[in-house]
Each structure stands twice: as C-alpha cells, then as structure tokens.
T-cell receptor
Framework: DVKVTQSSRYLVKRTGEKVFLECVQD?????MFWYRQDPGLGLRLIYF???????EKGDIPEGYSVSREKKERFSLILESASTNQTSMYLC??????????FGEGSWLTVV | QKEVEQDPGPLSVPEGAIVSLNCTYS??????FMWYRQYSRKGPELLMY????GNKEDGRFTAQVDKSSKYISLFIRDSQPSDSATYLC????????????FGKGTRLHILP
C-alpha cells in the first residue's frame, strides 16, 4: 500500500513560531501537493512540487514556504505562524496513473 | 467563474432515500473526475473516479459525468446513516504539473 505520512497530526503553536509540517511518501511519486482545508472554503492549494528542488505556488502561498530536498519528502514551512493559519493541512501525491493519495492531515492551532 | 462549483449543503435526507450530489466545472480540459468521502477529523478517501462521460457504478454508488454540460454527479442508493459525511468532487487536469481542483464539499446527513 502506498503511504503518505504526515508525522505531526495535532499541533498547537504560538503566534510567531516557526512551524514545520512534514510529508513523506514511500512510492517515488514526482508530484506532491500541500493543501489547507477550512470550513466553507474547501481545499485550497498552497504549494506543489513536481520534482526535487522544484516548487510552484498554488492559490494561497502567502505566509508559507516549502522544501523538497529529497523526492520522498515535501515540507511545508510557516516562517512566523499567525492565528489565521489555524487549519487542517493535507499533503497528497499523484502517481503516474493519476491516482491521488492523501495523507491523514495535520491539525494546526496557532494561539 | 470558479473552476469547480459544489453546493456546500448541508443536505439532509431520510435513510433509504436516493442521494444526488453534484458539481459543475468550467474548464473543458479537465480529464479525471473523482469523488471523495470525508468523515469528521479524517482525511478524504476516494470513492470513485472516472475518465470519460457516462456512468460508473460501484455497489450503491454511481458516478456520472456529462462533459458536454461540464456536470458531474454522485448518486447514493439506499442511503445509510453511515453515509453521513462530507463529499468532495475533485477534477484533475493532466499536465506536466498536474492540477487538482477540489469542490468545497457537500455535507450530507442521513436521518435514521
């Protein structure tokens, strides 16, 4: 079974803290994505990457950055967390057959 | 016009009823059409996907795509309380950088 692992499931951080959300996939997929999901707004694309060291802005990149140093790991970074970044963050990958695999989500609360 | 439109609901129906969930999309280049079910505090799980216009059945679920109208539907027959969840449509544009667009999700309540 393909696994997309988000190691941090539930986090509480203070305003201004630097936050790292890690996503690791074990099937050598090129395309990886970070979304956030908020009630009434659905899933919104933050950043995506289609290769190592490649990154593309999604629809709402402000306040976020990403890192893809290795193919299996795509990290989402909040340089200075703010309360409006309280959300559920979802990592997903797409294989060559266009099947989408989701991580289980990371619930971040910024206080 | 938004790329994918989906009524957020909530939609409440009695147990045993047929449920119809719908999305419309604007870009005719979209190629894959998916439906996901998401329970509270869980990630989405894939229910069905289809590539072409027409119907695809899997048990009590039927996915329907009408590319000419840019309209996709998910039908649930003999609905059960366990079907209560949020249902998201998703559309995939095959490209060098695959673009996935999600609907906002429809909250469904099946009343016992």
């Amino acid at each position: 079974d393909v696994k997309v692992t988000q190691s941090s499931r539930y986090l509480v951080k203070r305003t201004g803290e630097k936050v790292f959300l890690e996503c690791v996939q074990d099937m050598d997929h090129e395309n990886m994505f970070w979304y956030r999901q908020d009630p009434g707004l659905g899933l919104r694309l933050i950043y995506f990457s289609y290769d190592v060291k490649m990154k593309e802005k999604g629809d709402i990149p402000e306040g976020y950055s990403v890192s893809r140093e290795k193919k299996e790991r795509f990290s989402l970074i909040l340089e200075s967390a703010s309360t409006n970044q309280t959300s559920m963050y979802l990592c997903l990958t797409v294989d060559s057959g266009n099947t989408i695999y989701f991580g289980e989500g990371s619930w971040l609360t910024v206080v | 016009q938004k790329e994918v439109e989906q009524d957020p609901g909530p939609l409440s129906v009695p147990e045993g009823a047929i449920v119809s969930l719908n999305c419309t999309y604007s870009n005719s280049a979209f190629q894959y059409f998916m439906w996901y079910r998401q329970y509270s505090r869980k990630g989405p799980e894939l229910l069905m996907y289809t590539y072409s216009s027409g119907n695809k059945e899997d048990g009590r679920f039927t996915a329907q795509v009408d590319k000419s109208s840019k309209y996709i539907s998910l039908f649930i027959r003999d609905s059960q309380p366990s079907d209560s969840a949020t249902y998201l449509c998703a559309i995939l544009l095959i490209h060098r950088d695959d673009k996935i667009i999600f609907g906002k999700g429809t909250r469904l309540h099946i009343l016992p």
